[in-house]
């Protein structure tokens, strides 16, 4: 997988499309690099209890993440092995290829063979690079949920103004009764032009709402 040129909007980043295990054999010690997709610690530490799960008895749980925002969250833990040999250079995967809201953990199975210093940072690294270069890269973003409350004579004017903003009407849950509310999840890329679309209605006679609220979490 070769890298992906600089072409990110404001708030997008890159990551890994879907979860994924590579393993290769190194002085007979087994290394698992598994990469999946967090946005906070929460997600982090779930999945490293999947992983200790699905590589039981392993000698080594050793990993690191990045989170997407500003600034760029990122930490990393040797899990046991030699101080700088194994967190780091998996830390180093990441930031090379510029994933963001990842968590890259390689299990180890113990072969016997010592590898030293520079092997053990060579074997940590090259198995999470292994695993990005077998994943598809893709772009994402953080989101915002926008939601509105208007009266049926506005609707149509609200959906205009959602279409200039570049927002699709599909995406809208809508429900009608007394009124109109609905909700969506806005890319946040988006949020600029919307909240000006949104705030040039008419609300004079208030029958037009909306709130605009942030959906990452780190």
Same mark, same amino acid.
């Given at each position: ?64 993440? %990045? ?5 760029? +969250? ?6 046991? &092995?030699? *101080? /700088?040999? @194994?967190?780091? !250079? ?73 279409? %200039? ?5 599909? +995406? ?6 007394? &009124?109109? *509310? /609905?909700? @969506?999840?806005? !890319? ?31």
């Amino acid at each position: 997988m070769a890298l992906i040129e600089n072409n990110l909007l404001p708030g997008q980043y890159y990551t890994i499309e879907k979860s994924i295990d590579r393993e290769m054999s190194i002085q007979r010690s087994r290394f698992i690099g598994s990469l999946r997709k967090v946005k906070n610690r929460d997600e982090v530490d779930f999945e490293l209890k999947q992983i200790a799960t699905l590589y039981p008895k392993a000698s080594h749980y050793c990993w690191a993440y %990045r989170f997407a925002g500003e600034p760029i +969250l990122e930490h990393s833990s040797d899990a046991g &092995e030699p *101080s /700088g040999t @194994a967190g780091r !250079p998996i830390l180093g995967a990441l930031k090379k290829h510029a994933l963001e809201n990842i968590l890259a953990v390689v299990t180890r199975y113990y072969g016997g063979v010592k590898l030293g210093v520079k092997g053990l940072i060579a074997a940590y690294g090259d198995t999470t690079l292994l695993a990005v270069e077998n994943s598809k890269i893709v772009i994402e973003e953080p989101s915002s949920l926008f939601s509105f409350a208007c009266t049926y004579d506005l609707y149509n004017i609200l959906l205009t103004k959602l279409e %200039r903003a570049s927002i699709d009407h599909a +995406l809208l849950q809508t429900d009608f009764t007394e &009124e109109i *509310s /609905g909700r @969506a999840v806005v !890319p946040n890329s988006l949020l600029v032009i919307l909240k000006k679309e949104l705030d040039s209605i008419n609300t004079s006679k208030t029958n037009f709402t909306y709130t605009i609220r942030p959906l990452s979490d780190r």
